[in-house]
Every structure is written in structure tokens, then in C-alpha cells.
């Protein structure tokens, strides 16, 4: 399993979101890797100022940081960038089991429609693994996750993102499995028994069977037709999720923006810790 790579930014948030990956680095035994991107007030620097003040911010990071990574494998890295890129690109070049953000950051703006420079919503568009968004406040780590499945391949991704978490040893309290009718599924009027009912072991069975499988608690859940993300996030409050789960569709096209709007829209409006998994997440 590749590290834990959790972006940094001093701010109160940030230590929330750094709180978080360190329980999940020390529930799978992975390497967590702290990275804080920064730029010169001025770009034109001498070289001698340059690395002062590197090490300047290496300093205020491992201050940060303090000793609550001295139990794990860990690796603080200070970059002169924008931390959209250097996080893309660490992700990226070290295939990070998992990138963790902060909803918000020392700017103090949440991820929003209008806000489309903000790091998060470029992570979303662009970060070619698992992302994990952190709002303030929650740093427990994963216990009840709530993940949706529809059967498509990038849904098949989130239920193999979640096995290999409780495979490796993350301390899964339950899960919930929930589908959305819809006509592709093959349910209405298949069968004099409720629809929910086939739904739900159609979730069992087959939709997220390998969670089914892992001798936790497993709820298969079934809603009918409804906006996708409001239900998601209403099944999440309901069942007291720490964890939602959901695939996107990947990334294509000239700009490499994600396909599809339901990862977008949760992501909008979550109130608690989410993961965007990509196809090959």
C-alpha cells in the first residue's frame, strides 16, 4: 500500500486533516507524508534567501507537525509551488493509498460552485487517486462508512477501496451499502416482491458483495428515485457515518475535468469526511 499524503497549510483546519490521516496511516501501517507547498512573497529571490526561507517553513512545519508522527513512518516535504500541483504531483509520483485535504484551508473558503480555485476543487477535477476531504472538527478516524454503489465500474472502485481498508487492518465499525433505483438495474416489474427488497440483496450479492463478505456489520440500503446526492448525504445522517464513500467517473477530455456531477455535488455539501475514489483508485 502506497503512503498517506496529507497537505498542509498551518492552519487549524489542516491540523484536523493531518489528526485524521494519522489514524488512518496508523490503522494500515502505511507511511504518511506531510507536504507544504509554499511560494516567495517575491519571485525574484536570491538563492541564498530562497533556501532561508525553505528552511524557514521546514522549521514552522515540523513545528506543526510536533510529535504526533514520531510512532510512524513519516516524511515532511516543504515545495516551492502551488499546492494544487505539488499535491497532484506528489499523489501522483509516490501512488498515494490516499490524498487528504481540509475542506478548508487558511483562506477559509469551503469548496463551492463559485470557488473553482480553491485546492480542493482542483484536487477533485485533477488528483488521479483517492481523494479525502476533511471538514473542520472531525478527526476520528473511520468507523461507520457509508458507501454507494450503482454497479458501474467507478462504483466498483469505492467498494474495493473500502475492502482493502478493512482488509489492512482499519478497525471498520459498519458499513452501508446504498443504491438509487434506477431503470438499468432491471427492478420494476421484475418480480411480485417489493423492489426495495430486491434491491437490497442485489447490493448484497452483488453491487458490494466483497463488503458483504468481511464479517461486519453490512446494511444494504435502497431508495427510490430522488436527487443522488441529497440521498447520500441523508442515508450518511442517518446512519451516523465518520466515512462517505463514492466513485467518480475519472478524469477525460482536454482539461481532464471529472465526468459526472454527483462526486461534485456531494462534495458541495458534505458536513462530514468524504472520499472521491477515481476508476483506479
Known sequence: MGPIVVGVDGSSESRDALAWATRLAEALAAEIVVVRAWRPESSEVRPETAKRLEAARRSELEGFCGSRLDH??????????????????????????????????ASGHRPGLLRVGSVVEYLAHHVDRPLVVIPPGSTTAPGAIVVAVDGSDHARAAVEWVRRLADGGLAVESITALVVDQPEL?????????WTAQAEDLVRTRLAAPLAELGVPFVPVARGEAPVPETILDVAESAGADLVVIGTRGTGGVTGLRIGGVALAVLHRADRPLVLVPPQG
Open 72 to 105: 510512524l513512518r513519516h516524511e515532511l516535504i516543504v515545495v516551492d509551488g502551488d499546492p494544487r500541483d505539488v499535491l497532484v504531483e506528489q499523489a501522483h509520483a509516490r501512488e498515494a493509498a490516499a490524498v487528504v485535504v481540509a475542506s478548508v484551508g
Open 186 to 194: 432491471g427492478l420494476s416489474g421484475a418480480s411480485d416482491r417489493p
